[in-house]
């Protein structure tokens, strides 16, 4: 079943590797479990390309400079998700949406670990990050995301 991209909230997100092959992954701030971590992503803006939006949400969550970026790739279309009904996170937005869908951007890392600042936006999104095998990910993170994660693991594993 085909869904109806229109009562999606539109959001970019962005895959960082380092020279390793490794993953930029962050922890949602003040979660607690074992299912708090994510990429980087956000609402893209009116007026905004997707491209820019992601280029804006990964400085004000993760404080990397487009500079000490480099884009590798990108996954043609958008992927969504349904906010699921039993969890009680950002009410506004489920008034107005179904879920979200996401352009999703692959950039290798061209800076040093002191280029990663998560206090760069207030209140701080993240609160922790660390670099990560691709394929673990999914796991890491919660579960109404999984499946589009699957779909960025095998859209971007070219990159590890």
């Not at 020279?19 to 905004?48: M, N, S, T, Y």
């Not at 990108?74 to 349904?82: N, S, V």
């Not at 990560?132 to 070219?158: G, N």
Request: charged residues 30%; proline residues 4%.
């Amino acid at each position: 079943m085909k869904r109806d991209l229109e009562k999606y909230r539109a959001n970019a997100a962005v895959v960082v590797f380092n020279a390793r092959g490794k993953v930029l992954i962050c922890h949602r701030a003040g979660e607690i479990g074992d299912h708090c971590w994510q990429f980087p992503q956000g609402g893209i803006d009116k007026g905004e390309k997707p491209l820019q939006a992601a280029y804006r949400e990964l400085f004000e969550e993760t404080g990397i400079e487009r500079k000490y970026t480099e884009k590798i790739g990108k996954i043609k279309g958008w992927l969504a998700y349904d906010f699921p009904e039993d969890v009680n996170f950002a009410p506004n937005k489920r008034k107005h949406w179904l879920g979200q869908k996401q352009k999703w951007f692959a950039m290798r890392f061209l800076g040093k670990g002191e280029h990663i600042k998560l206090d760069m936006h207030q209140p701080p999104e993240f609160d922790q990050w660390m670099w990560a095998d691709l394929a673990q990910v999914p796991q890491m993170t919660i579960y109404w995301k999984r499946d589009v994660y699957h779909q960025v693991v095998c859209e971007f594993s070219r990159f590890t």
